[in-house]
């Protein structure tokens, strides 16, 4: 404990690598959208010493916003990860095998792969794939390696369309990502999280939206790995950090098959 607290008093960097949560932010058509209402405002009720309060309700779904996918988010013929039967797990309204809420905190060694400036652009073109050559160069371009264990994000600079909620989404258009080679080549170095910024860790090719989630099934139905959506990663860009401490939990909903979550990159000043 003395190490780690002398560790934080020399100073540490803190990345917020979450988008903020708004009705007008992109969402995927496969889920409900986000929205906040005030049901209590200050003033309607006082307080006899002045002080009044304020709460709000917020109605969400669990894959919205900046958020990590519960292994129990995709089945393939029925099964989850480890061959577990997913309609069997969902019956009663939630999870009883591998909901969100059985996922632990993750706390480790993060990497940036900087698809985007390795190749010398600020963005990939729509429906552009990230393969695995492309994750190798990221990696050898930044001087990090990938270790088992890691958690492992993906930049492709999609970020930079978020307040364009159609293009970002790439329903019409297609949007970056990576493809099957590269989630095999995470998952055969032993990874232990990945994510990117597109609210779909795939290749989405110009014209077929999310009718097919090759990535998806590769990572969290045959390697049970959790996938972050949605991250905000232009600052860790900017000031060419590619190594650093993530820090990511997702809340315990009970059965869900998704979390909201803010990750942190810590880096030591």
């Not at 080679?181 to 779909?200: D, I, M, Q």
């Not at 998806?216 to 139905?221: D, N």
Request: charged share 20%.
């Amino acid at each position: 404990m003395s190490r780690l607290l002398r560790a934080l008093e020399g100073g540490i960097d803190i990345y917020d690598l979450g988008q903020p949560l708004e009705p007008r932010m992109p969402v995927s058509p496969n889920h409900p959208g986000f929205r906040m209402a005030l049901l209590r405002r200050h003033g309607d009720h006082v307080r006899p010493d002045g002080s009044s309060a304020a709460n709000e309700l917020l109605v969400t779904g669990g894959h919205v916003g900046t958020h990590v996918d519960a292994l129990a988010h995709v089945s393939l013929h029925d099964r989850l990860y480890g061959g577990a039967s997913a309609s069997a797990a969902q019956r009663g309204g939630r999870f009883t095998s591998h909901g969100i809420d059985t996922m632990a905190p993750f706390v480790g060694r993060g990497v940036l792969l900087d698809v985007a400036a390795a190749t010398g652009v600020d963005c990939l073109q729509p429906g552009q794939a990230v393969t695995a050559g492309d994750c190798e160069r990221a990696a050898e371009w930044a001087g990090v390696e990938v270790r088992p264990g890691d958690g492992v994000l993906v930049r492709t600079g999609w970020a930079r369309c978020w307040n364009d909620p159609a293009t970002f989404v790439g329903l019409e258009h297609g949007a970056p990502g990576p493809d099957e080679s590269a989630a095999r080549w995470l998952a055969e170095l032993g990874v232990s999280l990945t994510g990117g910024e597109t609210v779909a860790y795939e290749q989405i090719p110009r014209g077929q939206g999310h009718a097919l989630l090759p990535v998806h099934v590769l990572l969290l139905v045959e390697h049970g790995i959790p996938i972050v959506e949605m991250l905000d990663l232009g600052s860790l860009s900017t000031d060419g950090v590619y190594e650093f401490l993530l820090v990511m939990t997702p809340l315990k909903i009970v059965g869900g098959t998704g979390s909201p979550v803010r990750p942190l990159a810590l880096v030591s000043e």
